[in-house]
């Protein structure tokens, strides 16, 4: 039998394929695709998690693939907004289709109980076949809700996440506004058609193992919410997946080929923006955010704050501050730092606030202490 993985190698393994041991010389479609997508709740937090594995990133370059449409923003894993490939998307949204529903379902606060969802996403996917913002929903709904007897927001709440719909740029600094604008993905990719939900479960599968493994079952299935059910059959279809194990004698799954590079290899320091994927792609988060910190990352109210990385590992959060006209990053280490490691740190964050400087300072209002500090657990 193969040896057991340790922890830094499942660590280093992730690293590498995050493209968070080496910066790489990739375009953002290519890497988007890599490393599986990129959450995308905050405006700023792709182009921050891609600054901090590409070489030499240029905002205009990703604001130019979003505008041109190679890649999207709309409803993908867990229900949460992700930055994807246009490809990845119309083979990954059937795949997750039945968990959006569930989670519209599940969510009682505003479950639009409504006799025909269906009839009601088709009606506006029609509607939305140029941008719309919610006003607009609201009022092109309006008379389809009120004979549900439903309030209208909750409605289109639930039809915006159940439909393929995608979130369109804004002319504003690194293309999205807080006040979104919708439209069908049929209108916004025309002339491509979604795979079928079994080929979808299998490129799933695939992205997540190229991604972030090896992996557990019961990891894809946490960072997926695809039920394993529907994984394994999945599993079982893709020839090259080789079976490994971690210390815990748990079943590991990976792509044949796949790096693995040794646990002596060294990790830079890297910034994280909120909710990257890198801290949210396993069951077992410990690979790289030590148990000891998960409640000073994870906020009472969901949000993942943002960290730095210090030999593989979160040991600290970031915030971006205003400095005068420009901004500053302050650290906020959550143990002492090495010398050296606190220097190369350091250095890092200069890039990072030059990487900050040219954009309007509301862009990064999430990024500061004062805005996340009262949702921080015991601060």
Sequence with gaps: MARALTSIELNRATLARQLLLERAPLDPVTAIERIGGLQAQEPA????????????????????????????????FRGTLHLVSADDYLKLHPAVLVTLRALAVRDRFRNA???DVDSLVKAALEFATEPRDNAAMHDHL??????????????????????????????VPWSFSRRPAYVAASAWLPGRGFVTEDQAVVHLVRRY???????????????SHV????????????????????????????LEGA???????????????????????HDDRTRVLPAEYRAAVVSRNGDVLPTFLVDGHVAGLWWAEPDGPGTRIELEPFER????????????????????????????????????RGTVPGR
């Design 45 to 76: 937090s792709p182009y921050l998690g891609l600054w901090s594995r590409l070489v030499d990133l240029a905002a205009a370059t990703l604001d130019r693939e979003i505008r041109d449409r190679r890649l999207v923003k709309a409803g993908l």
């Design 113 to 115: 109980e409504v006799s």
């Design 142 to 171: 309006a008379e389809l809700a009120a004979a549900e007897g439903r309030a209208v927001t909750d409605v289109w709440w639930r039809l915006r996440r159940e439909g393929p719909f995608i979130r369109t740029p804004s002319n």
């Design 209 to 223: 193992l190229g991604a972030f493994g090896p992996a557990t079952i019961a990891d894809l299935r946490s960072w």
């Design 227 to 254: 039920s394993a059910a529907r994984l394994r059959p999945a599993v079982a279809a893709i020839a090259e997946i080789v079976e490994l194990r971690d210390e815990a004698g748990r079943t590991l799954l990976d």
């Design 259 to 281: 790096p693995r590079p040794p646990a002596d290899l060294a990790a830079p320091p890297r910034f994280l923006p909120m909710w990257d994927s890198v801290l949210l792609a």
């Design 337 to 372: 730092i090495p010398k050296a490691a606190r220097r190369s740190l350091e250095d890092e964050a200069e890039r990072l606030r030059a990487f900050y400087e040219p954009i309007e300072p509301r862009v990064f209002d999430r990024y500061r202490r004062s805005a996340a």
